[in-house]
């Protein structure tokens, strides 16, 4: 307020050499960052000083031979299942987009379906499609078999929970690759069709490779999201990192120590994909940053200049607030 | 080259075109004027497939457009079929619509090395040599964003030329321009039409209209109100409707 009036008193007339610019104050930021520091404070102290955390056993654990393997299972589920959802993603995606009536349909039908029931009630359906179909063959319908297996040998853990997690992954990735698709403008596609590409190339060459700056985001974020979601074949009994952690546990009742384990891996890997994202959206973003980033750099060079308060005179500034 | 026999096009409840002939011979350049609205646009997507038309028939090169003739039969094209017959038509939008993620260079290649199966390599001298011709030797390896409008629309002109076309359509070229740039994609239509392109030019230039194209045709409300020498059509005027338009335009 004393600032306020300060200026409006100030004749109009008075030489511009002796204001001084007063940065302005955050006593909120203040505030926050104390009680972040008193929780934090609070946090680091029970991690520390609780003996039931025992980070002995954490660190006896977390290098161990079962974990190791059951993080090797996790990688593998989870980039076997994503590989398998961005494939199947591609296809709903088209095919939703297909001019096709037929093929749009189905399409639609598949996300309804395995967006549409729970990913536990999936993995355990796959789990247990033996009670369903006692055999499986290949072969002409309702013809001659040429190979059969029964259900229960040929759907393993493993199996099963690469069905349910590829298959709901589809799902949700045909939405993201849906999205992008639309995202890129129709002129585009006409350009592609105008020099004579079909309806497949221009997909390939012109639409989808555009799509992926849209598309990979969510996608880095899915991954992440079935980093986790893998540790839900715990109920088909797959030994994967969750799974071998309350194997252990299950026998040594050092439940806690054992999670932190599975948790410290988890978070590990997350760090890693999202660097790993942050390199595949840099290459897609090639030829649509270069000259907006220059210039939003020097932009922001300059407005740093600008807002850069006049360093001399300090005490003033202070006592005109005050 | 070129001909359009009572073409009609509807979009849901309104008709955007109703009953246009047109023809254009080779080597001719043609440019379509009128209010926007009236259909122009659409007519020249209907050229290269971009739109399907109702009623009428469509010849270029001889070849019927959309349809394939089996004595009395009109079989529709498949997508297959009518990307073979774009790929010798090139066509230059508004928008310019370069490949962002593609360098100028790539841009221009795009056409042959994807429809025409072309080597890279090979094609890499007459790349060249296209951003040669439209005076953008210089910037083979910018991507479209770290350029001018005006040269965005040269590099469409080269990429469109690139698939050696018959027909050469541009959908208001110089529409989206910034007053200054407009004139160097001009001049490269002016050279491709002192060159022997069959060319139809929907614009809004008329100086450009008078100066380079050999038939002029007013089109409005889906119709060609008024076809004849450039000189004719916009210094003499027949049509109620093109002497509006025109006194708007050139005011």
Same mark, same amino acid.
């Given at each position: 307020?004393?600032?306020?009036?300060?200026?409006?008193?100030?004749?109009?007339?008075?030489?511009?050499?002796?204001?001084?610019?007063?940065?302005?104050?955050?006593?909120?930021?203040?505030?926050?960052?104390?009680?972040?520091?008193?929780?934090?404070?609070?946090?680091?102290?029970?991690?520390?000083?609780?003996?039931?955390?025992?980070?002995?056993?954490?660190?006896?654990?977390?290098?161990?031979?079962?974990?190791?393997?059951?993080?090797?299972?996790? @990688?593998?589920?989870?980039?076997?299942?994503?590989?398998?959802?961005?494939?199947?993603?591609?296809?709903?995606?088209?095919?939703? @987009?297909?001019?096709?009536?037929?093929?749009?349909?189905?399409?639609?039908?598949?996300?309804?379906?395995?967006?549409?029931?729970?990913?536990?009630?999936?993995?355990?359906?796959?789990?247990?499609?033996?009670? @369903?179909?006692?055999?499986?063959?290949?072969?002409?319908?309702?013809?001659?078999?040429?190979?059969?297996?029964?259900?229960?040998?040929?759907?393993?853990?493993?199996?099963?929970?690469?069905?349910?997690?590829?298959?709901?992954?589809?799902?949700?990735?045909?939405?993201?690759?849906?999205?992008?698709?639309?995202?890129?403008?129709?002129?585009?596609?006409?350009?592609?069709?105008?020099?004579?590409?079909?309806?497949?190339?221009?997909?390939?060459?012109?639409?989808?490779?555009?799509?992926?700056?849209?598309?990979?985001?969510?996608?880095?974020?899915?991954?992440?999201?079935?980093?986790?979601?893998?540790?839900?074949?715990?109920?088909?009994?797959?030994?994967?990192?969750?799974?071998?952690?309350?194997?252990?546990?299950?026998?040594?009742?050092?439940?806690?120590?054992?999670?932190?384990?599975?948790?410290?891996?988890? @978070?590990?890997?997350?760090?890693?994909?999202?660097?790993?994202?942050?390199?595949?959206?840099?290459?897609?973003?090639?030829?649509?940053?270069?000259?907006?980033?220059?210039?939003?750099?020097?932009?922001?060079?300059?407005?740093?200049?600008?807002?850069?308060?006049?360093?001399?005179?300090?005490?003033?500034?202070?006592?005109?607030?005050? | 080259?070129?001909?359009?026999?009572?073409?009609?096009?509807?979009?849901?409840?309104?008709?955007?075109?109703?009953?246009?002939?047109?023809?254009?011979?080779?080597?001719?350049?043609?440019?379509?004027?009128?209010?926007?609205?009236?259909?122009?646009?659409?007519?020249?997507?209907?050229?290269?497939?971009?739109?399907?038309?109702?009623?009428?028939?469509?010849?270029?090169?001889?070849?019927?457009?959309?349809?394939?003739?089996?004595? $009395?039969?009109?079989?529709?094209?498949?997508?297959?079929?009518?990307?073979?017959?774009?790929? $010798?038509?090139?066509?230059?939008?508004?928008?310019?619509?370069?490949?962002?993620?593609?360098?100028?260079?790539?841009?221009?290649?795009?056409?042959?090395?994807?429809?025409?199966?072309?080597?890279?390599?090979?094609?890499?001298?007459?790349?060249?040599?296209?951003?040669? $011709?439209?005076?953008?030797?210089?910037?083979?390896?910018?991507?479209?964003?770290?350029?001018?409008?005006?040269?965005?629309?040269?590099?469409?002109?080269?990429?469109?030329?690139?698939?050696?076309?018959?027909?050469?359509?541009?959908?208001?070229?110089?529409?989206?321009?910034?007053?200054?740039?407009?004139?160097?994609?001009?001049?490269?239509?002016?050279?491709?039409?002192?060159?022997?392109?069959?060319?139809?030019?929907?614009?809004?230039?008329?100086?450009?209209? $008078?100066?380079?194209?050999?038939?002029?045709?007013?089109?409005?409300?889906?119709?060609?109100?008024?076809?004849?020498?450039?000189?004719?059509?916009?210094?003499?005027?027949?049509?109620?409707?093109?002497?509006?338009?025109?006194?708007?335009?050139?005011?």
């Amino acid at each position: 307020m004393a600032g306020h009036a300060a200026t409006t008193e100030a004749p109009a007339a008075e030489r511009d050499d002796d204001l001084v610019v007063v940065p302005a104050r955050h006593p909120g930021r203040w505030l926050a960052v104390a009680c972040i520091a008193v929780l934090a404070a609070m946090a680091v102290h029970l991690l520390v000083t609780n003996s039931r955390l025992q980070w002995s056993v954490v660190w006896q654990y977390v290098f161990s031979k079962p974990i190791l393997t059951g993080v090797l299972r996790t @990688l593998e589920l989870t980039v076997i299942a994503m590989v398998i959802g961005v494939v199947i993603g591609i296809l709903v995606a088209i095919g939703r @987009l297909s001019p096709n009536p037929v093929l749009a349909k189905v399409a639609w039908l598949y996300s309804w379906f395995f967006r549409g029931t729970p990913l536990l009630v999936q993995l355990l359906f796959w789990f247990y499609l033996s009670a @369903l179909l006692t055999h499986v063959s290949i072969g002409i319908p309702f013809g001659p078999e040429f190979a059969s297996a029964s259900t229960n040998s040929l759907i393993t853990p493993f199996l099963a929970a690469i069905l349910g997690l590829g298959l709901n992954e589809g799902a949700y990735m045909s939405e993201i690759v849906r999205s992008g698709i639309l995202a890129v403008p129709r002129g585009q596609a006409e350009a592609g069709q105008a020099i004579g590409m079909t309806r497949s190339e221009v997909m390939r060459r012109v639409v989808l490779p555009q799509a992926m700056r849209v598309i990979i985001p969510p996608t880095g974020n899915e991954t992440i999201g079935m980093l986790k979601y893998t540790s839900l074949v715990i109920v088909i009994g797959y030994a994967e990192l969750l799974t071998s952690a309350s194997l252990i546990y299950a026998r040594t009742f050092q439940t806690i120590p054992l999670l932190i384990v599975a948790a410290l891996w988890y @978070l590990a890997i997350t760090a890693v994909l999202s660097i790993a994202q942050y390199y595949v959206e840099r290459h897609f973003d090639r030829g649509f940053q270069p000259a907006a980033a220059k210039s939003r750099g020097s932009r922001l060079l300059r407005g740093e200049r600008a807002l850069r308060p006049a360093p001399e005179q300090p005490t003033v500034a202070m006592r005109s607030v005050s | 080259m070129f001909e359009a026999r009572d073409i009609h096009k509807s979009f849901g409840h309104v008709e955007v075109l109703r009953g246009v002939s047109m023809t254009v011979r080779r080597g001719e350049v043609a440019c379509l004027l009128g209010p926007s609205g009236s259909g122009k646009s659409t007519f020249l997507r209907c050229i290269n497939h971009l739109e399907k038309f109702d009623a009428g028939r469509m010849w270029v090169d001889g070849e019927l457009v959309g349809y394939r003739q089996s004595g $009395r039969r009109l079989h529709e094209l498949h997508d297959r079929e009518i990307a073979q017959r774009r790929s $010798r038509i090139g066509m230059v939008f508004q928008q310019f619509n370069l490949f962002p993620h593609r360098t100028a260079l790539q841009n221009v290649m795009e056409g042959p090395v994807v429809v025409k199966r072309a080597k890279p390599r090979e094609l890499m001298e007459e790349a060249h040599q296209l951003l040669r $011709r439209v005076g953008l030797a210089d910037k083979a390896h910018h991507y479209p964003s770290q350029l001018s409008g005006g040269q965005q629309q040269r590099v469409a002109i080269a990429r469109a030329l690139a698939m050696h076309p018959a027909l050469m359509l541009f959908d208001e070229p110089t529409s989206a321009l910034d007053p200054e740039l407009v004139g160097e994609v001009l001049d490269v239509m002016r050279d491709l039409a002192a060159g022997g392109m069959t060319m139809i030019v929907v614009t809004h230039e008329i100086g450009f209209a $008078r100066e380079v194209a050999d038939v002029a045709h007013f089109m409005a409300d889906g119709v060609l109100v008024e076809s004849g020498l450039p000189a004719e059509v916009l210094g003499n005027p027949q049509h109620e409707r093109t002497r509006n338009f025109l006194s708007k335009v050139l005011a």
